[in-house]
């Protein structure tokens, strides 16, 4: 069997294996550049046992570390080279991959197809639904809400912890998505890509409207802008139609 060359990586402290082509990456996420604010809300909302739903998996940076702190993780992922990345990463971490299972499909509304598009190239975590006027576009099977929280199923006494990033997806899988969490869903990590979606025609008036349909989805839920923003006096949902950031939603009754 060949041996596959791979590099130990440590995400806050926690030590796992890559083996895909992204070293500058995983250069940046071990310096703690990355997403850092990611990953410490996963850090304090992800607890041994827990079931974490990652939609927009790419190679599997939050993937490997929610494994690596002991949670049950299923991966979503559409972009193939990106799907095959993740793959060789998981084949390099045994220990964790046990606990790991990949669904390569995009989380669509209804369960229906998409095309998704790529500015630069395949894998380069940017694939997106609304850049179908891109030099390389690929059809790709869908998966819907039921199904994916269906894969989710979580452990008596442990909680659903969602993350999710798929630039620009996210305006039309959130309303379908969100009244279907279980009471037992502790935390959403979701990023909203504002300028995506107004450079690609919608608009700014469209982009509020947009944005204000995600955030009504989590009505009664608190929500944390978890990325430092321009300007800390707006309301998170200012912020979220104006700049890509992430926010932290959690039911009141078990954030």
């Known amino acids: 069997m060949p041996t596959v060359d791979a590099t130990r990586v440590n995400l806050r402290g926690r030590d796992f294996r890559v083996a895909d082509d992204k070293p500058t990456f995983w250069a ?15 850090e304090e909302v992800v607890r041994p046992g827990d079931t974490v739903l990652d939609i927009g998996a790419w190679v599997g940076p939050t993937v490997l570390f929610s494994a690596a702190l002991g949670a049950r993780v299923v991966a979503v992922e559409a972009d ?4 095959d990345q993740l793959a060789r990463n998981l084949a390099v971490n045994p220990a964790l991959a046990e606990r790991i299972s990949v669904i390569r499909a995009a989380a669509t509304p209804d369960g229906a197809s998409v095309r998704l598009g790529a500015a630069r ?12 006027g891109a030099a390389d576009t690929w059809e790709c099977p869908g998966i819907a809400p039921a199904a994916l929280l269906e894969a989710a199923a979580v452990a008596p006494g442990a909680a659903l912890v969602v993350k999710i990033d798929i630039e620009g997806g996210e305006y039309a899988l959130v309303p379908a998505l969100a009244p279907l969490l279980p009471p037992w869903t502790r935390a959403v990590l979701l990023a909203v890509h504002p300028r ?11 982009v509020r409207t947009a ?11 608190s929500v944390r802008v978890l990325d430092p923003g321009p300007d800390a006096a707006i309301t998170p949902a200012e912020a979220a139609a104006r700049d890509n950031l992430t ?3 959690a039911r009141p009754m078990l954030a």
């Open 28 to 42: 940046r996420a071990c310096a703690g550049t990355w997403e850092p604010e990611t990953l410490a809300a996963l």
């Open 80 to 83: 193939p080279a990106a799907q």
């Open 121 to 132: 190239k395949r894998g380069d975590s940017m694939s997106s639904a609304l850049l179908t």
């Open 211 to 221: 944005t204000a349909k995600v955030l009504s989805a989590f009505q009664g839920w």
């Open 196 to 206: 995506i979606l107004d450079t690609s025609g919608a608009g700014p008036d469209a």
């Open 247 to 249: 926010l932290q939603l």
